[in-house]
C-alpha cells in the first residue's frame, strides 16, 4: 500500500519504519530540512533501540522516504497519516493547531479519495473537526480515521510490530477495512483489531495512559505511606500484585512518571472533562500526586542532611525519564537537580544516552561524566533517579572508594536492604526503611 505519514517525530517515524518494513511504500513528511536531510542519511533525531538500523534498511531497500513537501506525499499515497505534535497549552488543553493545519493543507491538495488518519494523541472529538474543517476546503470524497498509538519509548518498535491491540475509529466500512488490511502483517499472533466511532477510540488512548498513571501516583502514595507506618513497599507491591484482578504491572514505585504522554494526556483529560462540564477528581489527583513524588528524593537529601546542602557535591546516575531512551521531557530527574542547585549544591551526572538532550535542558549547571564511577568521585553521596540496566549490578566496593561517604539515595528501589546494610552503605529509598550503620533494625 501507498502510505505517508506528516510529522517524523517519535510516533511518525517509527509508525512510517514499522509500515514499510512490512512492505508498503512510505514517505515521511517534515517541515524541518535540517531533520529530512538526516534521516535521507540514516541519521535519525532520537534514540530509540533498533531504530536507525530499521531506518536504514528500508531506506536502502527503497520502501521508506524522506520529504519536505506535502503535495507530492499527498499525490503518491492512499492513507496519510497525521503524527504532528499536539503539545499541552497552560490550561492543560492539547494544542490542535499542527493537526488542523496538516488536514487543512492535504484537503487543499487531494485530487481523489484519501483516508485521514489522526495518529497523535488527541482529544475527544478531533476526529470530527478535521472532517468539518477539510469538507470546507475540499469536494474531494475522503474519511477520517482515530487511530491511536500505544507505543512505549524504550519498546516501541517491539509495540508497533507486535501490537496487544490496534484500535480503528471510523464509520466508513471502506476505510476499515484499508485499515486491517495495512495491519495485517502485524496481526498474525491474534492481536485483538477493534473497530468502533471515532470518539471512543480517541478517548481509548486517554483512558489508557490516565488507567497506568493512575496505578503508578497510587503506588507511590502507599510507598509514601509505609515508610510512616514501618512497612516495605516491595512487599507490599509483591501481595498487591499477585491479586488477579490487579496484576504485577505498573506498581513500582518511584520518583513519579514523565516523558511525552503521561503527563500531557492526563492533563488534557482532565481539561477535556472540565470542557465537558465535569469535574474530574480523581484525574487532576493523579498528577498532583505525581508532582508531589518528583520532589520526594530531594526531601529525603535535604532531610538527611538537615538542610545544610550548600557546596556538596552530589553524584546522579540516570537523566531521562526512563531506561532506553535520551527524552528529557517531564523527567523527575529534572526537579531533582533544580532542587539541589537552588539549594547550592553541586551535581555531577551521568546517564548512558541522555547526556546531549540533558545539556539541552540543563545547559552547564552541572557537570557530566563519561562513565558511571567518574560522576561519584569524592561525591557526598550518589542519588539514583533512572533506573538503566547497568545500575542494577555496580562494583560496590569501587563506589564506596570512590564516594566520601557511603551513602545512596535510590529513587527506584534497585538494591536490597540487606546487602546495604552488609556493605555498611546508608541506604533511603522509596516506601521501605532506611538503611544507617549501626541502627537498630
Known sequence: MKVAVVGT?????????CFADSGNDVICVDNDAKKVRALRSGRIPIYEPGLQELVQRNSHGGRLHFTTDLAEAVKKSEI????????????????LSAVFGVAEGIARLMDGYRIIVTKSTVPVGTADEVRARMKRVTKQPFDVVSNPEFMKEGAALDDFLKPERVIVGTESGRAAEQMRELYAPFMRTGAAFLVMDNRSAEMSKYASNAMLAARISFMNEVANICERVGADVQQVRRAVGLDSRIGPRFLFPGVGYGGSCF???VQALGATARAAGYTPRMIDSIEAVNEAQKRVLFEKVEAYYQGKLKGRMFAVWGLAFKPQ???????????????????????????PVAMHTARGVLGDRITYSRTPYAVLKDADALILITEWNEFRNPDFERMARLLKARVIFDGRNQYELEEMRERGFTYLSIGRPAVVPGAAR
Open 80 to 95: 496519510i497519516f497525521l503524527a504532528v505534535g499536539t503539545p499541552p497549552k497552560k490550561d492543560g488543553s492539547a494544542d
Open 325 to 351: 531512551t535520551d527524552d528529557m521531557r517531564e523527567a523527575p530527574s529534572i526537579v531533582v537537580i533544580n532542587a539541589l542547585l537552588k539549594a547550592g549544591a553541586r551535581v555531577r551526572a551521568y546517564d
Open 263 to 265: 503527563p500531557k494526556d
Open 9 to 17: 517525530g517519535y510516533v511518525g517515524l517509527v509508525a512510517g519504519t
